[in-house]
């Protein structure tokens, strides 16, 4: 069997067994490298690349208040956070032209979280052909740009969208 090594897997590994306090909590209060990732932001919700990535402009819709699961939101931050995604599928289509998105939600460890403590929603661009089947088979992924070109892409993407993409 061939290998093929992930060696920043470890720090996704190690960053679930820290004691720092809730990461997505640190990147809404701007106070840690990965802040540079966050892409949009209002009052109640950010946007941010995530570190981790299943493609190329992965990103993670976050409520800025720490909660555990979507049903711990409030109704204004529920509409904050599907607003957002919405805002997040039209700078995608934007920026990159994906032919389709997942959009999903881990909710507990159970269910695949790694980030169990603090509710967020994922959007993962998708292309025919792209490289999905490769964390499957070889426990690796294929990133084909640097996320830093992927964030300022995207944040002139964000920009051009506007507030409501659906007005």
């Not at 941010?48 to 409520?63: D, E, K, R, T």
């Not at 084909?144 to 002139?156: C, Q, S």
Request: aromatic share 8%; charged share 20%; net charge negative.
């Amino acid at each position: 069997m061939r290998q093929l090594w992930a060696p920043w897997r470890m720090e996704y590994v190690a960053a679930g067994q820290s004691d720092q306090g809730c990461v997505l909590c640190a990147i809404a209060a701007g106070d840690d490298a990965e802040s540079r990732l966050v892409v949009d932001r209002d009052e109640l919700v950010f946007t941010v690349l995530n570190l981790y990535p299943y493609s190329s402009g992965h990103l993670m819709v976050v409520p800025i208040r720490h909660v555990p699961a979507i049903s711990d939101l409030t109704v204004e931050e529920g509409g904050a956070v599907f607003a957002a995604t919405q805002r997040a599928v039209h700078a995608l289509d934007a920026a990159m032209s994906p032919q389709g998105f997942n959009l999903g939600a881990n909710q507990g460890r159970a269910a695949g979280a790694g980030i169990d403590d603090h509710f967020h929603l994922h959007v993962v661009p998708r292309w025919n052909g792209d490289t999905n089947f490769m964390p499957v088979l070889a426990d690796a992924k294929v990133i084909p740009e640097h996320m830093d070109r992927t964030a300022e892409r995207l944040r002139a993407a964000f920009a051009d969208v506007g507030e409501s993409p659906a007005k």
